[in-house]
């Protein structure tokens, strides 16, 4: 029998904005990787971790245990998606994307700030520390 007052606890990879962000990193991560060198060394690198370091800093945040500190985590996070968008834009200008790629990515990079906020709330709102 289970008792009344178990509570559930949510894993990280249960976490929209997490699982978003680490399969969009992975996707970034393969177009990258198919440039040439000079693209790959200016605006790829930048790119990458800039899209990595959004699933990091939710990871990150994730395992912190004040709520503060979770927080600043998270707004680190959305900060990296504005980051990662300004590069998908470069790389659009500069022809080292296609359209599909670009629409895919900019689709994913519009949710993320979203389901980034709701995780601020939800530590705001239901953490004492």
């Given at each position: 029998?289970?008792?009344?007052?178990?509570?559930?606890?949510?894993?990280?990879?249960?976490v929209?904005?997490?699982?978003?962000?680490s399969?969009?990193?992975?996707?970034?991560?393969?177009?990258?990787?198919?440039?040439?060198?000079?693209?790959?060394?200016?605006?790829?690198?930048?790119?990458?971790?800039?899209?990595?370091?959004?699933?990091?800093?939710?990871?990150?945040?994730w395992?912190?245990?004040?709520?503060?500190?979770?927080?600043?985590?998270?707004?680190?996070?959305?900060g990296?998606?504005?980051?990662?968008?300004?590069?998908?834009?470069?790389?659009?200008?500069?022809?080292?994307?296609?359209?599909?790629?670009?629409?895919?990515?900019?689709?994913?990079?519009?949710?993320?700030?979203?389901?980034?906020?709701?995780?601020?709330?939800?530590?705001q709102?239901?953490?004492?520390?």
């Amino acid at each position: 029998m289970v008792s009344a007052n178990k509570k559930k606890f949510i894993k990280l990879d249960d976490v929209i904005a997490y699982k978003i962000s680490s399969e969009l990193s992975d996707y970034v991560w393969m177009i990258v990787s198919g440039w040439d060198w000079f693209s790959k060394k200016t605006l790829g690198c930048q790119w990458v971790e800039s899209t990595d370091s959004v699933a990091s800093n939710i990871a990150e945040g994730w395992g912190r245990f004040h709520k503060r500190d979770k927080q600043k985590f998270y707004y680190n996070a959305r900060g990296s998606v504005y980051e990662s968008a300004h590069w998908l834009k470069r790389a659009g200008v500069r022809g080292l994307i296609e359209k599909k790629e670009k629409d895919f990515v900019l689709n994913k990079l519009r949710i993320l700030p979203k389901e980034i906020n709701l995780l601020i709330k939800i530590t705001q709102n239901k953490l004492k520390i």
